[in-house]
């Protein structure tokens, strides 16, 4: 099967439908798709992602979203509603749990019932389609500010179905953002596909009045990963969905840690999505930034950690991302109490509102970097859609199997993981090693220099080592991960 | 392969792949030949990899919080293989949450495994006791 | 008496310490002035605080170090070693009593007795003169850092004596910070005279091989205070210092939260009392600066209180200040516990490692914010100079007198209160009445400018009312005022 | 003077002046007049204010944590002052360290105050209260 980027008709979407719901049996809850469209409109537009995040782009605020879900709706809504009133988040999630993101619905249920029986959840998120319409719906009901889907689901098909028709006006994952990080053997022409399905059932709400935001998920595998690429998989994805009918977008960035590198990359996710957005022909689409702090590894220590989560608050807020997700003081130990999500929350509140008045000024740094960020990028997003024959659904697959565009550490085995990013002597993320990206001499030369100064200022050759020293550093308090 | 065949892999429904390449290269380097069936890996698959190239030891991740679950019958599932004094070590954010770490390390040797690690242990400490537990130097 | 800047002789000296070490029994343990030298030379290096300060200067490193100081001796020993081992400090404090920081030994006995009474320390600090020599150099003696005596103390004659032959090897405040702030009635004749006394002391232990850091008392009244007026006070104190013997000075600076103001005082402190110095004839002088994390009203709330604690922590390491002086959790709650206090240090540490490979880099913002701040400073200094017929001292007191110098909010009847600091809209701290500090139109332009663009903003004539709501913004989340 | 006039200061050692100038700013802004002695003021300055101005109320601040040693003693000295039935107040950080407020709030509730206030209180709560303790408006 070739899948190329072309939008569906709705015959095409409509007669996969039935088959899609007949997955689980709770898909049948949805079979009529414009009752969901009904009770969207149904719903106070303070329950819009679009909207809010809009509102606040206009406003130069940044919003402040958690990550969180746990087993059971009744606790589900107890820790959102926490989260909510004592946590003060401006937007909120429902984490979906691993078996759910991996299709194991009955792995889910068998959670469900542990956690009945246990009186904790075993699961690591909500499992959002074994409870069906009607609990979702209650969630969405339970709390007053918008609520958003995130996961990690290559096939997250059902998963929309049920979602959004419950009232949830944001859909985290992407064809390639939600499978190369999330997947092992899933090719990306299936996963393009599952998520041209979810991009075109949001075209169709969209069609009929109810605007549901789009948010491609940008961290990718969390660790070291240079700008450029997660910009490319960023904008790519933004295109897939446009095409579909997707008009509202939130593209996303990891923090790396480096002031300058992380606010000139926010800026120029937003100057290149809207650029390459209207260039293939997409008007009138809203492109909205979302901030990750810190996605490696956290310090055990709780105070550290907090030090940790206040730099992404502070980074966020001076690169005026639209929103932030949140870390926790208990990252280190997996997932947190709903005290420590609320605790990670408002430290970050309290930071994004100190700081709301102040921006980074442009800098020869800053410049310079957001130069190389947009070189780097075009210089990708260009092969692809040249190996593509001008298609970029065709483009991207090729692309990944050529190593035009490439994620360190993911578990895909349709990646080709040739590229080795390690830091430079000033904490920016570089390439070691630039595998197959198809970079000119002048970047490739950029990267090399920048290596090479801090491999003198550490006297070592620069290889594997620092790589992993890099990955290791933030848990011992530093950056830049220094031999001893 | 020789005495110094392991299995390493992350169980389940977990796709964290960063530390698992760490450990991979981490215990290559420490002189180990390592059998990584990456992320995404069940219990069959570690069972498999360990009978087909003859490995001493299974090194099981779990980052996710579902490490209970997915762990639970690993020891059993290899006495019925035939491999059942092989070594099972855990590691990882095995549960959900942050509870104390004794009770958790007390479920998961009852479970059978050999010895299990928190999170944030670094790889030098299971290589140590790796090499202990199969005489090497 | 006219007060001149003119290093005593060690007659005049010795002769008055008979006096002053007659005002409390401890003092006869001091009488021997070569004893303490000697005992200062016994002690490794690694616990002189000047030292340290200037390896930490040269390798762009930000020490961390925390306020402290209880009631009695051993557990002001067990809370210093706490916050060694657990807080990770980098240099230690003994921050002395209210009651002694007034000369109130009789009140501060009957605090150490009431502590033993009922197991709680019932002082917020140490009352060093009340223990004792032996006492204090238990304290030197439990620690492996640095240790500085930290008070607000106008007349600390009596402190120094005894704290300097006990170890310690740096102490806070000065003749001007140490009053204005201090103090309600008492005169600067009086306490720069007592501070010659205490500069004369320290220039003699040089004299003798004993180097003994110097540290003005940087925040003032720790709210709203323009850069310009801290600097000033710092870089005269610097001077009289100087003119006493002293060699090693730490200038301090209080946060303001504006990163590009905070950046632009740390340097411009640096730069501007290096020069003063020099044009002055203090040669060979080493200068080192000290950055306090927010000084004025804290969050209640302990997260909100980590994101403002990292805060002061990143701008800190991005200002590359020598040490950076830590705010704990419990900020808003009084003194804190040691655990509080060790998660300040832990949550800044953090920071200070993570940003040691960045800084902010110059902007045309920060280079108009560094010559804005260099002009005012100049301004007020030459003024002082000027009125004071050629002498420092005489200058500043006639200065204070007729409001040239001005500290905001002071409890001195010595201090002129004319002038009104408030934030501008980027939250830098700006004047809304300059009073009477001998600026020319166009810094009196610059701050009308500023200070009305953010009444435009805010739709509002600036007055007293926007002073308040600034002092009450952070302990809302915010840093500027705004109305509701 | 009036039914409106109060005194206001910091007690004993304490120097902390900036929300000395604020109680003063929006208790004259509430149409107090406001006698504010400052900052380092000894009970016998409180009380002398308090009887040279015929003030209705005395509002005792204190930040620094020695309150409770500056603040015994207080009522019964007003009460040989002559003054036994003056409104006292107090608020700020009060004691030492981070503890319950409640046994605090009663401790001073025990020395005579009639009304006690917890750091970050703003001005217009005891402004309410004081309105209401004088029966004005």
Redesign the interface.
């Known amino acids: 099967m070739e899948v190329l980027n072309k939008k569906w008709s709705m015959e095409k979407l409509m007669s996969l439908r039935k088959e899609i719901l007949a997955t689980w049996p709770t898909g049948s809850d949805v079979e009529d798709i414009d009752a969901g469209i009904e009770y969207q409109k149904s719903l106070p537009k303070s329950k819009n992602f679009a909207a809010k995040l809009l509102h606040a782009k206009e406003n130069g605020i940044t919003l402040v979203q958690p990550r969180a879900g746990v087993a059971l709706v009744n606790e589900h809504i107890g820790l959102l509603q926490f989260l909510q009133n004592e946590g003060q988040a401006d937007l909120l999630p429902s984490t979906i749990d691993s078996y759910t993101r991996q299709n194991r619905y009955q792995e889910a249920e068998k959670g469900i019932q542990e956690s009945i029986s246990s009186g904790r959840s075993l699961l690591n998120g909500f499992p959002a389609v074994n409870h069906g319409l009607e609990n979702c719906r209650r969630v969405v009901e339970s709390v007053n500010v918008p609520v958003q889907v995130r996961h990690g689901t290559p096939d997250a098909r059902l998963l929309a179905e049920i979602t959004l028709a419950a009232g949830f006006t944001d859909y985290e994952g992407g064809g390639i953002s939600y499978n190369i990080p999330y997947a092992k053997n899933v090719s990306l022409e299936k996963t393009i596909y599952y998520w041209q399905y979810v991009d075109r059932l949001i075209g169709y709400y969209h069609e009929n009045g109810v605007v549901i935001n789009r948010e491609p998920f940008g961290p990718l595998t969390g660790t070291l990963v240079p700008p450029c690429i997660s910009h490319t998989v960023a904008i790519v994805e933004a295109i897939l969905a446009a095409e579909q009918g997707v008009h509202n977008l939130t593209l996303g960035y990891g923090q790396c840690g480096n002031l300058v590198q992380d606010v000139a990359a926010i800026q120029t996710l937003q100057e290149l999505s809207e650029e390459y957005l209207l260039k293939n022909g997409y008007e009138n689409r809203h492109v909205t930034t979302v901030f990750h702090q810190w996605m490696g590894g956290f310090p055990q220590d709780e105070a550290k950690a907090f030090g940790v989560i206040s730099w992404g608050a502070a980074t966020a807020a001076l690169a005026k991302a639209t929103k932030v997700i949140v870390k926790t003081p208990h990252e280190a130990m997996g997932i947190p109490t709903k005290e420590a999500n609320a605790q990670g929350l408002r430290t970050t509140k309290q930071l994004v509102n100190m700081l709301k008045d102040q921006t980074l000024p442009l800098t020869n740094e800053l410049a310079e970097e957001k130069e190389m960020i947009k070189k780097e990028t075009r210089a990708i997003l260009d092969t692809i859609l040249k190996v593509g024959d001008g298609d970029w659904a065709r483009g991207i697959i090729r692309a990944f199997e050529a190593g035009i565009i490439d994620v360190p550490f993911a578990p895909s085995r349709y990646n080709a993981g040739r590229i080795l990013p390690a830091r430079d002597n000033n904490g920016a993320i570089r390439m070691l090693d630039t595998g197959d990206l198809p970079f000119d001499k002048e970047i490739i030369d950029f990267h090399k220099k920048k290596i090479a100064e801090r491999g003198e200022a550490e006297e070592r050759e620069p290889s594997f080592q620092m790589v992993i020293d890099d990955i290791y550093a933030i848990g011992k308090g530093m950056l830049v991960g220094r031999p001893n | 392969m020789g005495n110094k065949t392991i299995v390493t892999g992350v169980i389940?429904?977990?796709?964290h792949?960063?530390g698992?390449?760490?450990l991979d290269?981490?215990f290559s380097q420490a002189g180990f030949d390592v059998v990584n069936i990456?992320?995404?890996a069940s219990q069959e698959e570690f069972i498999q990899a360990a009978i087909e190239t003859g490995a001493k030891a299974i090194l099981v991740s779990s980052?996710?919080?579902?490490g209970?679950?997915d762990c639970r019958g690993l020891r059993e599932k290899c006495e019925e293989s035939g491999i059942g004094e092989i070594i099972l070590y855990a590691g990882g954010?095995l549960?959900?949450?942050?509870q104390e770490w004794e009770p958790v390390k007390e479920k998961f040797l009852e479970m059978g495994f050999n010895r299990v690690y928190p999170?944030?242990t670094?790889p030098e400490e299971a290589i140590t006791h790796l090499k202990a537990d199969l005489n090497i130097e």
């Open positions: 389940g429904a977990d796709v792949a960063v698992n390449r760490i290269y981490a990456g992320v995404l980052l996710y919080g579902h209970e679950m954010n549960v959900v949450g942050k999170p944030g670094l």
